[in-house]
């Protein structure tokens, strides 16, 4: 299992891509929910770059489902629209996400990864996450924009030590971390 973190834009996508780049029998993971015409065009740039021999799977619930014996290799992108999509679908909308609500995320979130990467060892197969880092910029303003900030932070931890390898890509390039 190998987990690929940056910046926005900082090639992560590219990258793990890239690392499947000769194989045919590939599962997209797609986590983004479609809700304006930006996003609507990244989606769109996304799925023009991948082969269309490549299978798309798209959810934020019961991810072990994309996983087939038919089928070894698995990318899930991103792991941190996945967080945001959860936190928003379980606290409904909140100005102030108490701290119960924001542990049933991240355990939410850990547990559909982990039942993902147990499937997919299960068939002997690779699984490369792409997630972002936004621990590194300045403190967000609101109370939900840190909830969020933190409980990424602590998944991508917990993600990390599931993973065989980690990478932290900046300016396009990948530099292994673990």
């Known amino acids: 299992m190998l987990l690929i973190t940056g910046g926005a834009r900082s090639g992560k996508s590219r990258y793990a891509e890239s690392l499947f780049a ?17 996003m609507r065009e990244r989606v769109r740039l996304h799925q023009q770059s991948r082969p269309e021999t490549w299978t798309t799977f798209e ?4 991810l072990h489902r994309a996983v087939s014996e038919q089928r070894k ?17 379980l606290t409904e ?8 609500a924001q542990e049933e995320v991240e355990r939410t979130v850990c547990e559909e990864i982990e039942q993902l ?5 299960e ?18 303003e609101n109370h939900v924009a840190r909830v969020y900030r933190d409980i990424l932070g602590r998944v991508n931890q917990r993600v990390a030590a599931l993973c065989d390898e980690v990478y932290l890509v900046v300016c396009g390039i990948p530099m292994k971390i673990k």
């Open 59 to 62: 959810g934020m619930y019961y």
């Open 73 to 89: 290799h698995y990318l899930l992108d991103c792991l941190s629209i996945l967080c945001s999509n959860i936190m928003f679908d």
């Open 117 to 121: 990467a147990w499937n997919i060892r």
């Open 22 to 38: 000769d194989e045919r029998d590939v599962v997209y993971i797609a986590t983004a929910q479609i809700h304006d015409e930006e």
């Open 123 to 140: 068939i002997q197969g690779r699984l490369v996450i792409v997630t972002n880092e936004v621990g590194s910029s300045i403190v967000p």
């Open 93 to 100: 909308g909140l100005k102030k996400i108490p701290v119960d």
